[in-house]
């Protein structure tokens, strides 16, 4: 085979990976939102399925906004981490692999033992 052809075969089968890696991600949060109480389908709706993940951490709507600041977002992302890991029930070490490792943690909630339940500050 040519240059070319090896491109392309490389270049589809990134294409496929981010396919499923893409569709795994969704189905862990369609389960996560319907474990809270959430529409499941809210996962599919890029800036509204974080509004969701925002509630579910038990913070204020508004926040969404802050994600976007350079900086302020990564903070925020944080606390969301650890806000959401509280409201299931889960500790700081579950806290810390939803901040390093999400795709991975949101599936151990998603369909894990774990309850949501709102933890008052």
């Known amino acids: 085979m040519n ?3 090896e491109i392309y075969f490389a270049g589809v089968g990134i294409l496929i990976f981010e396919l499923i890696l893409i569709a795994v991600i969704v189905v862990g949060l369609w389960k996560l939102f319907i474990k809270a109480g959430k529409p499941g389908w809210a996962a599919l ?7 969701i993940v925002i509630d579910m951490a038990g913070k204020p709507i508004w926040w969404v906004i802050l994600l976007f600041i350079p900086g302020v977002g990564l903070v925020v992302s944080i606390l969301m981490a650890i806000g959401l890991a509280k ?6 070490g579950t806290a810390v692999g939803l901040i390093f490792l999400p795709l991975i943690f949101i599936l151990i909630l998603a369909f894990g033992r774990a309850e949501y339940k709102v933890v008052e500050a």
Not at 45 to 51: A, E, Q
Not at 87 to 92: E, I, K, L, P, S
Request: net charge neutral.
């Open 87 to 92: 409201n299931f029930g889960r500790g700081a």
């Open 3 to 5: 240059e070319g052809c």
């Open 45 to 51: 709706i890029p800036i509204y399925n974080t509004c």
